[in-house]
């Protein structure tokens, strides 16, 4: 499932095919998607150039001259940047085909993206307007998540996948975050200290950073109508990795289920 990693990386492949472009035409081959695509929407976006492709959460935004597209991946959705004619595959849902001859591509098995379209300020979209910061924002710091964290029973992983609380942390970073900033997932998240809550921080940026990085090397992937998207590999401590040994001390690392997401840890580096 693309996770922010995916949708940032996504964005930055993207954003040279698609800098002072118009949109010469969307074609809509498959509006049943999350959300129905509206029937009007080729008409109000045809002509408008694109000002800016920006991201909030795992939203794309490709800004126009009179409005936002919000762009979402679904659980399997993927966007790439093709020459218009390159003949259509299977879930091959819509173009937005830009004057220069490339065609935004949108691919996506299972149906759950979604092609939104608001006049207004995207940040006030009700699928936007009741997010938490973004895990690289000044507002997500150590004081934020200590405040945050007072008088809450909740396990400091569910805390963390909230996405009214801050954005883009998904299973396998939420775990991967705790490992970095030895702290067992199942902790009470009121019983997290400041200096907890200082490598906690640290620990959610240097995972998805390090996913970003990793997706940044296969960008090239993102202009071409085959091959994998740009998905990120990387080196995971904990996720998945049940029994196998902690690479930090070679303590087997632990696997439980929390609020029906599994979640691993090592006993011996997470307090
Ligand atoms: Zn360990």
Redesign the pocket.
């Known amino acids: 499932m693309p996770e922010l990693p995916e949708v940032e990386t996504t964005r930055r492949g993207l954003a040279r095919y698609v800098r002072k472009r118009r949109i010469a035409a969307l074609a809509v081959y498959e509006p049943r998607l999350r959300w129905p695509v509206t029937h009007d929407l080729p008409k109000q976006v045809a002509g408008q150039r694109i000002v800016h492709l920006g991201r909030r959460a795992k939203y794309l935004l490709l800004g126009l001259e009179s409005g936002t597209l919000l762009l979402h991946l679904g659980m399997s959705g993927n966007l790439r940047a093709v020459p218009a004619d390159t003949p259509r595959l299977t879930h091959d849902h819509f173009d937005l085909v830009l004057d220069s001859g490339l065609a935004l591509r949108f691919n996506d098995p299972r149906r759950f993206g979604s092609l939104l379209y608001t006049r207004g300020a995207p940040a006030e979209h009700p699928l936007l307007a009741t997010l938490g910061p973004e895990p690289f924002a000044t507002a997500f710091d150590a004081d934020y998540l200590f405040r945050i964290t007072r008088r809450r029973r909740v396990a400091i992983k569910q805390l963390l996948m909230n996405s009214r609380l801050v954005v883009g942390v998904g299973n396998i970073y939420a775990s991967e975050a705790l490992f970095r900033a030895r702290i067992r997932p199942q902790r009470q998240a009121r019983t997290l200290s400041r200096a907890d809550t200082a490598r906690l921080v640290r620990g959610v940026r240097a995972v998805l950073n390090q996913a970003i990085r990793a997706g940044g090397t296969t960008l090239r992937d993102y202009l071409g109508a085959d091959g994998a998207p740009g998905y990120f590999r990387q080196r995971l401590y904990v996720y998945e990795r049940r029994g196998k040994p ?1 690479r ?4 087997p690392v632990r696997a439980m289920v929390q609020g029906q997401r599994s979640t691993y840890y ?1 006993p ?3 307090k």
């Open positions: 902690c930090r001390c070679g303590t090592c011996s580096c997470q």
